[in-house]
């Protein structure tokens, strides 16, 4: 008896298109969620951000050292760098030396 009934509740929901459709809908989405794509495709999402990111992060950083690069040419920044960091004196600089006391 439980049997007949069951096929007669399922051929009513069968001949109904839009309740089969909203069902059909609601397994693919649970089959989504328990299968882990879903998390993946998150993860996937939030990876390509990153690095994305890192890559805009390494063009400007190659942007930066090219300037550098740049300046390091110029004799004038090594006559510069020189006198400023390893104390040296230009061909015609006046030079004082204080003697310690």
Same mark, same amino acid.
Request: aromatic content about 10%.
């Given at each position: %008896?439980s049997? =007949? &009934?069951?096929?007669?509740?399922?051929? &009513?929901?069968?001949?109904?298109?839009?309740?089969?459709?909203?069902?059909? %809908?609601?397994?693919?989405?649970? =089959?989504?969620?328990?299968?882990g794509?879903?998390?993946? +495709?998150?993860?996937?999402?939030? #990876?390509?951000? &990153?690095?994305?990111? $890192?890559? #805009?992060? =390494? !063009? !400007?950083?190659?942007? #930066? +050292?090219?300037?550098?690069? !740049?300046?390091?040419? #110029?004799?004038?920044?090594?006559? &510069?760098?020189?006198? @400023? !960091? *390893? @104390?040296?004196?230009? $061909?015609? @600089? *006046?030079?004082?030396?204080?003697? $310690?006391?």
């Amino acid at each position: %008896m439980s049997y =007949s &009934r069951f096929a007669v509740g399922l051929r &009513r929901l069968l001949n109904h298109p839009g309740r089969v459709a909203f069902i059909c %809908m609601i397994i693919f989405g649970v =089959s989504i969620v328990l299968n882990g794509n879903l998390w993946r +495709l998150w993860g996937l999402h939030r #990876d390509f951000d &990153r690095i994305t990111m $890192e890559i #805009d992060n =390494s !063009k !400007k950083a190659t942007l #930066d +050292l090219e300037v550098q690069l !740049k300046q390091a040419k #110029d004799p004038a920044f090594i006559e &510069r760098q020189a006198r @400023d !960091k *390893l @104390d040296l004196a230009g $061909e015609h @600089d *006046l030079v004082f030396v204080f003697p $310690e006391q």
